[in-house]
């Protein structure tokens, strides 16, 4: 996989993710990013297949200098050696008034060789705590605050 074309496969995931999770959401979600980059987010003690890599002693943190990370940033940090994560989920985690912080959780095993069309990212709206959803009309019974929610 080219960086250029892990960088389109990026923004196909982030086209669209403002405007879904903005259906879920009270804030007004900006339409410029900061990402929040979580790495080594599976199980990786199976044997490494084809060309995976996995880089065990990579660690970001809530306190590290990375996060928040420009899209430069992601790409450079994320795109190693012709390979990237397997899977990416990309959610719209938080705001503020200059951003939409976007958190990329990331499988740890690394491959050029991708078994998704639209690469490795999987987009997906906000986590929705049990008394927001009705499960039997599944459907959202009132609009989420991002910044309640997520918390730390």
Not at 56 to 77: F, G, M, Q, R, W
Not at 85 to 104: G, H
Not at 135 to 144: A, G, R, S, Y
Request: net charge negative; hydrophobic share 35%.
């Amino acid at each position: 996989m080219t960086k250029e074309h892990f960088k389109e496969n990026l923004e196909k995931a982030l086209d669209g993710l403002i405007e879904f999770t903005q259906e879920m959401v009270i804030n007004k979600l900006p339409h410029q990013y900061k990402f929040i980059i979580k790495i080594n987010c599976s199980y990786d003690g199976n044997e490494l297949e084809n060309d995976e890599e996995i880089f065990p002693h990579d660690k970001i943190d809530a306190a590290s200098s990375i996060n928040p990370a420009s899209e430069l940033t992601v790409l450079d940090y994320l795109w190693r050696n012709g390979k990237v994560p397997q899977w990416i989920n990309v959610q719209v985690s938080r705001c503020d008034d200059n951003f939409s912080y976007i958190t990329l959780e990331c499988c740890g095993r690394y491959s050029a060789f991708l078994n998704h069309k639209d690469g490795p990212f999987r987009a997906s709206g906000p986590s929705i705590p049990y008394r927001y959803f009705d499960p039997v009309n599944e459907k959202l019974l009132h609009k989420i605050d991002l910044n309640e929610i997520n918390k730390d």
